[in-house]
């Protein structure tokens, strides 16, 4: 996104069991009040940082409705707030298991539709939970490159963004945003005004049911959307 233990246990099966989910998966499409303050405070907050508001464009392209897969570069932290403060949808985020360690921290996360994920491992209950957002008609953002870049170029995708594609048959929505990673360096805790945009492409579906070629196709529509000193150089592959 062990232990060792001896045969699995047999337990009579249970019709009426619902699989386990992590914390932050809504399926059912709804959000907290919590998580509609959340946003309302970071609209504020991004347009003014943003120097009277961020350069959307493509919002055209966002379904009112339906399953859709978000995919976009990653910059900075301050990526997903960006997103959460202009698209209008109720939307999860698949959110690194470094931000839920503190108590406090973690339920707050978990009201705002952030799914825990645990980086460098198959997270099954992690894909479990975004497989059941994405079935249940909702939308989810994913940073497939899994960390943030350092020189600004899109770095290589983890085939993650693929396999919940191909799995959920969702549409795709590319995305692509630059100028955060002056606002919120990485290593800074507090935002400084500067200039953001974000592109919005054309909604697809993936063709197969091959993961990597699913993430290939993603990575090259969201490299089109960016300038050309943020797309991956040859080496980044």
């Known amino acids: 996104m062990g232990l060792e233990a001896g045969?699995?246990?047999?337990?009579?099966?249970?019709?009426?069991?619902?699989?386990?989910?992590?914390?932050?998966?809504?399926?059912?499409?709804?959000?907290?009040?919590l998580l509609?303050?959340?946003?309302?405070?970071?609209?504020v907050v991004v347009r003014i940082t943003a120097r009277g508001g961020v350069d959307l464009q493509g919002l055209e392209n966002l379904p009112a409705r339906g399953p859709l897969l978000?995919?976009?570069?990653?910059?900075?932290?301050?990526?997903p707030l960006v997103?959460?403060?202009?698209?209008?949808?109720?939307?999860?985020?698949?959110?690194?298991?470094?931000?839920?360690?503190?108590?406090?921290a973690g339920a707050f996360f978990s009201r705002?539709?952030?799914?825990?994920?645990?980086?460098?491992?198959?997270?099954?209950?992690?894909?479990?939970?975004?497989?059941?957002v994405l079935r249940g008609g909702g939308a989810l953002i994913v940073f497939p490159e899994g960390h943030r870049s350092v020189?600004?170029?899109?770095?290589?995708?983890?085939?993650?963004?693929?396999?919940?594609?191909?799995r959920s048959e969702a549409q795709v929505l590319p995305c692509a945003i630059w100028g955060t990673e002056r606002v919120l360096p990485k290593g800074?805790?507090?935002?400084?005004?500067?200039?953001?945009?974000?592109?919005l492409g054309d909604t697809f579906q993936t063709v197969g049911k091959d993961?990597?070629?699913?993430?290939a196709a993603i990575r090259e529509r969201v490299a089109a959307l960016l300038p050309a000193g943020y797309r991956p150089s040859a080496d980044c592959d």
């Open 7 to 33: 045969p699995p246990r047999f337990e009579a099966p249970n019709r009426m069991r619902a699989p386990a989910l992590p914390r932050g998966a809504r399926p059912d499409g709804t959000e907290s009040g």
């Open 70 to 79: 978000i995919c976009s570069n990653h910059l900075s932290n301050f990526d």
């Open 151 to 166: 020189d600004g170029r899109m770095r290589a995708f983890e085939l993650g963004a693929g396999y919940l594609a191909v």
């Open 211 to 215: 993961p990597a070629a699913a993430t």
């Open 83 to 104: 997103y959460a403060a202009t698209i209008p949808r109720v939307v999860h985020a698949l959110t690194k298991e470094e931000l839920f360690r503190n108590p406090l």
């Open 188 to 199: 800074e805790l507090l935002p400084r005004r500067g200039p953001i945009a974000v592109r």
């Open 112 to 132: 705002c539709n952030c799914i825990l994920v645990r980086r460098g491992e198959p997270d099954r209950l992690a894909i479990r939970g975004a497989l059941a």
């Open 36 to 43: 509609v303050l959340t946003r309302a405070v970071l609209r």
